[in-house]
Structures are given as structure tokens and as C-alpha cells.
């Protein structure tokens, strides 16, 4: 049997390659979520989740459909964003007096896109009272990047921002939207548009823009929807801003490592139980201190000994080694061994052909 031989500078690449980190999206687990040495599990937030918005152009009511999921891309049937979107908005747009609403546009705003043209997740995750610490809430502030649109021909980064916030008495699923029902029939904005501009004065001011509202905000969902367009900070990255309150989120005094004063204990088992909030372990098993301890000692015992003969007997190269000559045997020791192994095996089973008188 013939074995290839690897260079060492391809040895090295290889091993670079396999002690590399993985990459950003395989670190981001919605169950495994850490800030701060605080370790979050927002599984309870998993699957997709949409929010509806509507916004009134002209005489064309656009509506869109941005539908998330924390834990994994989004997998949907029929017409869909591109596999490996974590976020995504679809917009729908219907004439006046029309019944039928067609797909205007698919835009995927976060996601592990790079090979469809966008780019990797790239997750950020701070705590909401680092970001703001005048808004005095509690909760994460989560980056998601990777998606991609075109505007005019002209391609453009797409962001996702997550501001979760903390609400104890909010499983992070109430109220929301189904994105089937894409309008409101009680709540039509043509309609409201069109008594409007009855009413009103024909000198209104027409340069307003056109405001995207959230349909069914009157329920109080728990994901609501704050904006989306041009970043702040980079003008070429349009990012979408939702707001996400739950208990999955909410952190006691003891996890955040603060004195609990008067609080009551029930209120630290709370924190943990409604909050799905702990402190990553800081221990270590028995087995890997066994491990770290043998390792230890085996390569103490090799420096010092190594040491010894090269001061006493000047030794080089094997000779360094404490018991050279016997490590240098180990590979004959264990073929030997093997061998006796094998005919002890091989033995038991035949009697070399003569029965027993």
C-alpha cells in the first residue's frame, strides 16, 4: 500500500485550516446567545415571525411582509428570499379597486447570503443598557447584516436591527400579524386616505412622505416594527429596526452580577427561569483537569529530564530524553505485542488439525 507524502508547508496549511474558527453564522445559536458573560436563550423566539406594514403611494397601497427567524434561515414555499435569509421582507402592492395583490419585489435583509451575492451574517450582540443607557431598559441589541436589494440598478447592503427587550410577562408571540391576512378590512387606508382628502383643504401639503404603518398595531404584539431605511451611519446600508419585548431576555440581579438588595429570592429564580438567562460555566470537568494534569506532568518530567542529561552527560538529540532508548522501542514493543496478540487469537481457534485422544 502506498501512502502520499504532505510537505511541510501544506502539513501547515491543512492543520491552519482545521484549527481555523468557524465561521460567525455557525457561532450565532439562538439557545447560546452570550453578552457581557451572560449567557441568553431565545429558542422560545425561534421560528419564523412576521410583522405587515402598509404604506399608501399615489393610489397603490404597498404591502410588505418582514418575516424573521433568529434560529435558522427561513424556509418557505412557493416564492421565497434566498436560501440562507434569517430575515426577510415581501412586498405586495394592489391598485385602487383592485381585489388582487401581486409580488412587487423579494428582499432578503439578513442572512448567510455571500453566495447568492449578499454577504455573511456577521451577528453582533450587546446589551441594550451598554448601547443606551438613558433608555433604562434591559434586553439585547442584536445586529444581523448579509442581505442584499437593488435600488435603480444599484446594489445595496441591507442590515437587520433587533432590539429585544425585557418584559416578563411576555412570551415574545403575542398579538402577532398573520401575514396570510395581508389587509385590515375595517382599517382600509384607501378608503381612509379618500375621506381625508374630503374633508381637508384642497392647499394640504402634498410633499409629505408617505409613512409605513404597522396593521395590527391595536393588539399590542410583542414584535413591532420601527423603521426601515438609510442607516444613520453609512448611507449605502439600508437597515430595518423592529423591537422584540419577552421574558427570554430579562436577566436577575444575581445573573448580572449586581447586589440584590431587598429583592427576593423568588424574584433571582425569575430571572432564570422566565428569563432563560445564566451564567456560562466556569468549571471544568474532572476528566479534562485529569487530562491538563497528565500533560502537564508528562511534559515537566521530559523538560527537567532533558535538561539533566544535557548539564550531566552532555547528550544530544535522543539521548536527551529520559529513557530514550526505551521510547525509542515503543514501536517495536507494541508490533511484538500485536504479534503475540494475534497468534494467541489465531491459536486458540485450531488445534493444528489433531483431535484429542
Known amino acids: 500500500m502506498k501512502f502520499s507524502t504532505i510537505p511541510y508547508a501544506d502539513a501547515a496549511l491543512v492543520l491552519s485550516l482545521l484549527l481555523a474558527p468557524l465561521p460567525t453564522a455557525a457561532m450565532f ?68 379597486g383592485d381585489t388582487v395583490d401581486r409580488i412587487y419585489e423579494m428582499t432578503p435583509l439578513a442572512g448567510e447570503l455571500a453566495i447568492h451575492g449578499g454577504a455573511h451574517l456577521d451577528p453582533e450582540v450587546s446589551r441594550l443598557s451598554k448601547v443606551d443607557p438613558d433608555s433604562d431598559k434591559e434586553g439585547l441589541h442584536v445586529i444581523l447584516k448579509g442581505g442584499f436589494g437593488y435600488e435603480t440598478h444599484v446594489k445595496r447592503k441591507k442590515h437587520t436591527v433587533i432590539d429585544f427587550v425585557c418584559n416578563k410577562d411576555l412570551e415574545g408571540t403575542e398579538g402577532e400579524y398573520k401575514p396570510e391576512d395581508k389587509y385590515e378590512p375595517n ?33 399590542n404584539p410583542s414584535l413591532v416594527f420601527d423603521r426601515y431605511g438609510p442607516s444613520d451611519s453609512d448611507t449605502n446600508v439600508d437597515v430595518l429596526h423592529l423591537t422584540w419585548s419577552s421574558k ?94 494475534l497468534n494467541t487469537v489465531q491459536g486458540s481457534g485450531s488445534r493444528g488439525g489433531y483431535s484429542a485422544v
Open 29 to 96: 445559536s439562538c439557545d447560546h446567545v452570550v453578552s457581557d458573560g451572560l449567557q441568553f436563550n431565545l429558542k422560545g423566539l425561534g421560528g419564523p415571525h412576521s410583522v405587515v406594514t402598509t404604506e399608501v403611494i399615489g393610489d397603490i397601497i404597498h404591502n410588505t411582509t418582514y418575516t424573521v427567524d433568529i434560529c435558522t434561515a427561513l424556509k418557505k414555499k412557493g416564492d421565497h428570499c434566498p436560501n440562507g435569509s434569517r430575515v426577510c421582507a415581501i412586498r405586495r402592492v394592489i391598485n385602487t
Open 248 to 341: 427570554h431576555v430579562c436577566i436577575s440581579k444575581a445573573d448580572d452580577g449586581s447586589d440584590g438588595g431587598d429583592d427576593k429570592g423568588g424574584d433571582d429564580k425569575g430571572g432564570d427561569e422566565d428569563g432563560d438567562v445564566k451564567k456560562p460555566s466556569s468549571h471544568w470537568g474532572a476528566f479534562t483537569w485529569i487530562v491538563i494534569i497528565v500533560f502537564l506532568g508528562t511534559a515537566a518530567y521530559l523538560i527537567f529530564g532533558s535538561w539533566l542529561n544535557y548539564n550531566r552527560y552532555g547528550a544530544r538529540g535522543w539521548d536527551l530524553l529520559p529513557h530514550g532508548d526505551t521510547i525509542r522501542d515503543v514501536p517495536y514493543l507494541m508490533k511484538d505485542w500485536a504479534r503475540r496478540v
Open 187 to 219: 382599517h382600509d387606508p384607501v378608503e381612509a386616505r379618500a375621506e381625508d382628502d374630503g374633508n381637508e383643504d384642497e392647499d394640504k401639503d402634498d410633499d409629505t412622505p408617505p409613512k409605513e404603518v404597522q396593521l395590527g398595531i391595536e393588539k
